[in-house]
């Protein structure tokens, strides 16, 4: 315990000494400070000579630098006794405290300092940032530039700095002098979306351009298109939602990549959603047509930020009846042909309900998906033993059912 508190009352006499301007020369040495200066250059030769009665006396000088500490060996010619600071320390900047000890006694001490070396070629590191900003003014990127001798110690206080940046076709110039070594300017976006270019220049040593995004601001509202082929609801073609072009409030073409998401109501209240990402401010969408009398209505939403009208859709039913006929002992069903707008065959793949009741109670749903304009149905009497049953057959919206006599089946 007695040792730390010795330890740390050393630490607070050495740093008192080491803020200590004028020398402390102790009573009984013969030993005196030369030199004068108590401002060096960094990077040029740093020496301290003192005299001495004494040919032989061989001190030591006990340095502290913000870089490190370090003892240093003199030399003793005729008396005169001369101190070499090492490289490591003479090219950084900051303050130097020094103490001679002789004879393992503290003897002299005192301070100087080293500044920047202003005859080397200024180094300038940069940073800009952040490096994505939105337009309207209101956001800012900050350039802050840090200027160095060639040692890389940091220039003096108010080093005047040009801060340029340019953005469209507008070069903007800023003389700033450094603070705590820092020179720094808040470049602040403009209406326009585009790209900030930024430079310095110190001491005619100048900067390559660093780049800052000023991308557009939110979107606002707008409004939502559609084309298609024909209004007929043949679960087949595809309608095309297409926005106009989305812009900030400045009149910025959004992003992009900015995702639209269409809401679709049916006329049954079923929700339907399709998405788009806007290419040149542009998004769109695709639905497929229902197979059935339809309308929905749309409307196009960027989430949380910007909505479009509300657009309706109506389609038709393509056809308004079709036949089916029972084989093989009404152990088949067959339905169709199915004919579309035209007269035409209706696409393969459209989907076919039948539903079969016994004692008008549902037991079972058949499905086919049509192929040529016509849907088979076997019922085999392994799975359907009872002897009478009913059907409704639905597709393309319509629902038909079969005669109110029951279908007797024979084995």
């Given amino acids: 315990m007695k040792k730390t508190i010795y330890i740390l009352l050393s630490l607070v006499l050495l740093l008192l000494l080491a803020f200590a301007t004028p020398a402390f020369i102790a009573k009984d040495s013969d030993i005196h400070l030369n030199s004068t200066n108590k401002l060096f250059v960094a990077g040029n030769d740093l020496e301290l000579t003192f005299s001495s009665s004494s040919k032989t006396a061989k001190p030591q000088l006990f340095i502290i630098h913000s870089y490190g500490k370090t003892v240093v060996n003199g030399n003793n010619k005729d008396g005169k006794i001369t101190f070499t600071i090492p490289d490591i320390y003479s090219k950084k900047t900051g303050n130097v405290s020094w103490f001679l000890i002789d004879n393992e006694k503290t003897v002299l001490n005192g301070a100087f300092e080293i500044i920047p070396n202003d005859k080397t070629k200024t180094q300038i590191e940069n940073y800009l940032g952040p490096r994505s900003i939105l337009a309207g003014g209101k956001e800012f990127t900050m350039m802050v530039s840090i200027p160095t001798d060639g040692f890389d110690n940091p220039k003096s206080e108010n080093t005047p700095v040009l801060i340029k940046h340019q953005f469209l076709d507008k070069v903007t110039a800023v003389s700033k002098n450094t603070h705590d070594f820092v020179a720094w300017n808040n470049i602040y976006s403009n209406t326009q979306s585009g790209q900030i270019l930024a430079s310095t220049v110190c001491d005619k040593t100048i900067t390559k351009e660093t780049e800052t995004e000023v991308y557009p601001n939110i979107a606002t509202d707008f409004s939502i298109f559609y084309s298609r082929n024909h209004g007929y609801g043949d679960g087949n073609q595809i309608t095309t939602?297409?926005?106009?072009?989305i812009k900030d409030e400045y009149n910025n073409t959004v992003s992009d990549g900015t995702m639209v998401v269409f809401h679709i109501t049916t006329k049954n209240d079923m929700f339907l959603k399709t998405f788009g990402s806007t290419?040149?401010?542009?998004?769109?969408?695709?639905?497929?047509?229902?197979?059935?009398?339809?309308?929905?209505?749309?409307?196009?939403?960027?989430?949380?930020?910007?909505?479009?009208?509300?657009?309706?859709?109506?389609y038709k039913p393509i056809l308004s009846d079709f036949k089916y006929s029972f084989s093989d002992h009404n152990r088949k069903l067959t339905i169709g042909p199915l004919n579309s707008f035209m007269g035409q065959l209706v696409p393969d793949g459209i989907k076919v309900l039948v539903k079969i009741f016994h004692d008008d109670k549902i037991i079972k749903i058949l499905q086919e998906d049509s192929s040529k304009g016509m849907a088979n149905f076997e019922i085999p009497s392994d799975f359907y033993k009872e002897k009478n049953y009913r059907f409704e057959i639905q597709t393309l919206g319509i629902t038909k059912k079969t005669e109110t006599k029951n279908y007797v089946f024979n084995k």
């Fill in 241 to 245: 939602l297409t926005t106009s072009i």
């Fill in 279 to 314: 290419i040149n401010g542009i998004a769109t969408g695709q639905i497929l047509h229902p197979d059935h009398l339809d309308s929905y209505a749309v409307k196009g939403y960027i989430t949380g930020i910007a909505k479009s009208n509300i657009l309706h859709m109506d």
